[in-house]
């Protein structure tokens, strides 16, 4: 099977998108209320050291992925038991975000549609997308995210107007722990969720910067995700955004310039746009991951099943709205915490200490 190759700025891209994804959808923590500004630079910071980790069991293996790394350090059959909690994590998160974009659209379209045919239209095109490979998905980003962070500076500027600052204040109120019990959260999701990207990045050209793709992601979405959740607290105001699930796609209901209005439309295809890239690289990474484990040269042949096995999954994972909910603000923190700090860090530790004994070995 042919490599396939992304540019660094495809890169770049791609993992801002895949952050935004359900960030947009939430539009930030409402632990931390008008302090949330604060809940994200507290998550930036954690990200640092964690996306050191990432990048630097890439680029001690330049050109192997995550699985191709596991097999490496750990030996086949260990590495391919070690695989197995990152498919999964791959695979549910996959599911959790069909599910997010399935109760958003389901909240925001007529009363009784149902959730699974709000779902199947989105796999789909995510099944074509990771069909189509990493390069498709990189070509396609790069000219649909330029155009959907131009709409969304748009956005913002047109809700201008309706701000509020005294909505900010007092800095502080509750005291630092609700911040950082926010920042965490929101360190955890998204930031965190970018250990997937080493199942991709090994895809990355040969002169581009593993360090930089990571890094720029970082600031860039990060950027957005403090406008969008600073903006929608200054329109709506603390007791608002504190109670209503989509806090994005409520506040721009409230633009009502001259001709323009009702434009929430445009919000909900730039939040389907961001999920739509965050599935495609779970199905794409857990495609990937399933074809290393059970031996299969081409991991399109997994894609299919995958999706079809992703789509169920996000129906049957909860019951109802408020299980969703509950798991997506209370329990996910906790979750995530192997998949997306623990397991790498030991497969980190133990690479480098494989290198130091490999070079001791060679100076003797």
Request: aromatic share 14%; glycine share 6%.
């Amino acid at each position: 099977m042919r490599k396939e190759i992304i540019t660094q700025k495809q890169g770049i891209v791609i993992m801002i998108g895949f952050i935004l994804g359900s960030s947009l959808v939430f539009g930030g923590s409402s632990e931390a209320k008008q302090d949330v500004w604060i809940s994200i630079l507290v998550a930036m910071l954690m990200a640092v050291p964690t996306f050191f980790i990432y990048a630097r069991l890439l680029s001690i293996f330049p050109g192997k992925s995550l699985f191709e790394i596991l097999d490496a350090v750990f030996g086949k059959v260990v590495g391919k038991i070690l695989a197995l909690p990152f498919i999964w994590f791959a695979l549910y998160l996959g599911s959790l975000v069909i599910r997010d974009f399935s109760e958003f659209i389901h909240h925001v379209s007529p009363p009784g549609t149902p959730q699974f045919s709000i779902g199947i239209p989105i796999i789909f095109l995510c099944i074509w997308a990771a069909r189509a490979g990493i390069e498709v998905i990189g070509r396609w980003t790069s000219i649909t995210f330029p155009v959907a962070v131009i709409f969304l500076l748009i956005i913002i500027l047109l809700l201008s107007p309706l701000f509020e600052f005294k909505n900010m204040k007092p800095v502080l109120y509750n005291g630092f722990s609700p911040v950082l019990d926010a920042g965490y959260l929101i360190f955890t999701f998204p930031f965190a969720e970018t250990v997937i990207f080493m199942a991709v990045l090994n895809c990355l050209q040969s002169k581009g910067s593993v360090y930089k793709v990571y890094y720029w992601s970082l600031l860039i979405s990060g950027t957005l995700i403090l406008i969008v959740a600073v903006s929608n607290v200054l329109a709506l105001g603390v007791a608002n955004t504190s109670i209503m699930l989509f806090t994005t796609f409520h506040s721009v209901r409230l633009i009502s310039i001259g001709f323009v209005e009702r434009i929430e439309a445009i919000v909900s295809a730039l939040i389907i746009f961001s999920g739509f890239v965050k599935i495609s690289i779970c199905l794409y990474a857990a495609s990937k991951g399933i074809a290393k484990v059970l031996n299969i040269n081409n991991y399109k042949q997994t894609v299919v099943p995958v999706g079809i096995l992703m789509m169920i999954l996000s129906v049957i994972i909860f019951r109802n709205t408020m299980e969703w909910y509950e798991f997506t603000t209370k329990t996910y923190k906790i979750y995530a915490i192997p998949f997306e700090i623990i397991l790498p860090l030991v497969i980190l530790i133990v690479a480098e200490i494989k290198i130091l004994l490999k070079k001791k070995g060679a100076i003797r």
